[in-house]
């Protein structure tokens, strides 16, 4: 029992030197940091359920704002937090080959499927992969699958004008959610679902278990970052193998129908296909459709293409899905919850979108859509006071050097390894860059007011190369369902709405405690 008692003592010790000696990388590198927690380092209110993601985001920021970098501990790993404009472009855009890739994913060895999607992908082959896709996300692509994701837009008003009420009681994030979950099931797998009418549907049922970050699956992420070899021995994959095997199916059924009776459906199964034959290339140089969307860093080469496989295709329509499910129905929560509580700015809209629905007769067109200033402005601003996604991250592939700008800095050596994260949730509510952030402002974006915005300030969808290649489908969907919602309904807070909203502590995203109730209210001329 001594003996035990000594080993366990000793092995106690041990941890303690260990922990100790990684949670003093900071210190000893001269960079200014807040003292972390034992094991946890700073993170200890978020794992904990005391303080949400964004909110954690936030709090650091503003205690380092003047900083150009600081740093911070995940655990035990160190991570350095940039705040300064230029140096996020010099790291995200000019010196991107020295931080090309994103840390913390699992191992093809380990998942063998989720490895294969572009954002967990590295290096050369993230980069054939990207050069292969990016035709495939371009405005003339959006404008193929335009018609399948009004089609949604309009089946969701269709069933929520069908009801009694004068006002509809609504839970935002479960009504978009479903919406977005018809839009990817019908542009990304190439089947037709209605989750409004059918709740149960397989397709929602699994998406919901795939996009699930709570419980289990937070404390598997948790795993992912801290201890890649346990991940190894446990066997952990980021995606439950029902959900998988699932999606996989549909999609492998799908392609073979299509092959086999050569059915062509303008969806991004059709586009990966193509893509895979080669016959996807580079376009035009576009400009954005909207002040949010990314324009593509990653142009197509003469060499060959990757080969794409059955299993490639299952992996990006897989990542799609991930991203859009919560991403983009977060983003329509927030659309909503600000156009409920700003209703001059509503009516306003409104207006935008009554004299637009005239000109089309009643028709929305790609376009027209796109054209919808004041639509944008108002998204855009969404986006800016709440970014889905709070912080962005790289990770160092190549030794880099932060040169001294300031008479309190040194050289900062960045070794192979080091883990970046830009904290977009606190660079977009800086007062030092945009006024008031508080205050939800469409008119920041307006022809003559967006001039004056540093691009590196707003990165809702990343910067560089490695900036979300969704961008425009994301926001076309958005546009498509506030446009139909705002042209039939009024947006109206009701008994349950949470006013302000309070960010959930129990979620790693931007959920809100209590849910987000709203009313749509019918609009009577239409009626």
């Not at 797998?189 to 009418?197: A, E």
């Amino acid at each position: 029992m001594i003996m035990v008692g000594l080993l366990i003592a000793l092995l106690l010790v041990l941890i303690y030197v260990y922990v100790s000696k990684r949670q003093s990388f900071w210190k000893n590198k001269g960079v200014k940091h807040i003292k972390p927690v034992f094991l946890f380092g700073d993170i200890f209110r978020t794992a904990t359920q005391q303080e949400n993601f964004s909110a954690f985001i936030h709090r650091l920021y503003n205690q380092f704002k003047n900083e150009r970098y600081f740093g911070c501990y995940q655990f035990t790993t160190p991570i350095l937090i940039i705040n300064d404009l230029e140096l996020i472009k010099k790291i995200g855009i000019k010196s991107f080959d020295h931080f090309h890739d994103h840390p913390g994913f699992p191992s093809e060895e380990i998942d063998p499927l989720w490895s294969k999607n572009l954002a967990a992908s590295t290096g050369e082959k993230w980069r054939k992969m990207r050069t292969t896709l990016s035709p495939s996300f371009t405005s003339s692509k959006m404008k193929l699958m335009f018609n399948l994701i009004t089609n949604c837009a309009e089946e969701f008003v269709l069933y929520f004008k069908e009801q009694q009420e004068d006002v509809i009681t609504v839970e935002m994030k479960d009504i978009f959610t479903r919406y977005t979950n018809d839009v990817i099931a019908t542009s990304a797998f190439g089947i037709k679902c209605d989750s409004l009418r059918n709740k149960d549907n397989e397709f929602y049922k699994k998406g919901l278990i795939a996009t699930d970050f709570s419980g289990l699956a937070a404390l598997k992420l948790l795993i992912y970052q801290v201890s890649p070899m346990l991940t190894k021995l446990l066997k952990i994959k980021i995606i439950p193998e029902k959900a998988t095997n699932f999606f996989g199916k549909v999609i492998k059924d799908s392609i073979k129908m299509r092959e086999e009776q050569g059915i062509v459906r303008p969806d991004m199964i059709h586009l990966l296909m193509e893509a895979r034959k080669g016959n996807m290339h580079d376009e035009n140089v576009e400009a954005p459709e909207g002040f949010a969307a990314t324009e593509e860093g990653t142009k197509v080469s003469n060499n060959k293409q990757m080969e794409i496989t059955d299993e490639d295709i299952i992996a990006q329509a897989l990542i799609f899905f991930l991203a859009g499910f919560d991403t983009s129905s977060t983003l329509m929560c927030y659309v909503a919850y600000e156009l409920a509580i700003n209703l001059d700015i509503q009516a306003k809209l409104r207006e935008n979108i009554m004299s637009t629905d005239e000109k089309c007769n009643g028709k929305i067109t790609y376009e027209a859509l796109m054209k919808m200033k004041y639509l944008d402005m108002v998204i855009s601003e969404t986006l800016r006071k709440w970014p889905p996604t709070p912080a962005t991250d790289r990770i160092c592939v190549k030794d880099y050097t932060i040169p001294p700008e300031r008479p309190d800095e040194k050289p900062l050596v960045l070794a192979k390894g080091s883990t970046i994260w830009f904290p977009i949730y606190g660079l977009h509510r800086d007062p030092n860059i945009f006024e008031d952030p508080e205050r939800f402002d469409p008119e920041r974006f307006s022809d003559e007011n967006k001039s004056k915005i540093d691009p590196t300030s707003f990165i809702s969808f990343g910067i560089g190369p490695r900036n979300c290649i969704g961008s425009r489908f994301a926001l076309m969907e958005t546009k498509i369902l506030i446009y139909h919602i705002i042209k039939h309904f009024e947006i109206v807070p009701v008994k349950k709405s949470v006013i302000p909203v309070v960010l959930s502590k129990k979620h790693f995203n931007m959920t809100v405690e209590g849910g987000m109730w709203f009313g749509l209210k019918k609009n009577l001329k239409l009626k």
